[in-house]
């Protein structure tokens, strides 16, 4: 079984900061690859970042690199996404998504998550 609940989203005016956290049940957290999705009003679900199972190795969508920074606790069984710079477009529910087997490199695929939290709001302000 693999859960996971996100968390620290809010509203923020741009150019300040946010960090979301995605808490993850169960003993094997530290063998799956972590992402997060975000997906906007009218928008379809997108790829923001992503983390190795082993954590050797993050990957970024083009639009959030230099301004977010995905992390991982394993000890703590979470995931964290640190944004700064946040713009008006960053405006999303975001969500933690963790790969459907074990091991793994930082997909950006969708397709590669097998497990989804409910989402977190993230409202960015101008």
């Known amino acids: 079984q693999v859960q996971l609940v996100e968390s620290g989203g809010g509203l923020v005016q741009a150019g300040g900061s946010l960090r979301l956290s995605c808490a993850v049940s169960?003993?094997?957290?530290?063998?799956?690859?972590m992402g997060w999705f975000r997906q906007a009003p009218g928008q379809e679900r997108e790829f923001v970042a992503a983390i190795r199972w082993n954590g050797a190795w993050t990957n970024y969508a083009d639009s959030v690199k230099g301004r977010f920074t995905i992390s991982r606790d394993n000890t703590k069984g979470t995931v964290y996404l640190q944004m700064n710079s946040l713009k008006p477009e960053d405006t999303a529910v975001y969500y933690c998504?963790?790969?459907?087997?074990?091991?793994?490199?930082?997909?950006?695929?969708?397709?590669?998550?097998?497990?989804w939290g409910q989402g977190t709001q993230v409202t960015v302000s101008s």
């Open positions: 998504a963790a790969r459907s087997s074990s091991g793994g490199y930082a997909s950006n695929q969708q397709k590669d998550y097998g497990y």
């Open positions: 169960g003993r094997t957290f530290g063998s799956y690859a």
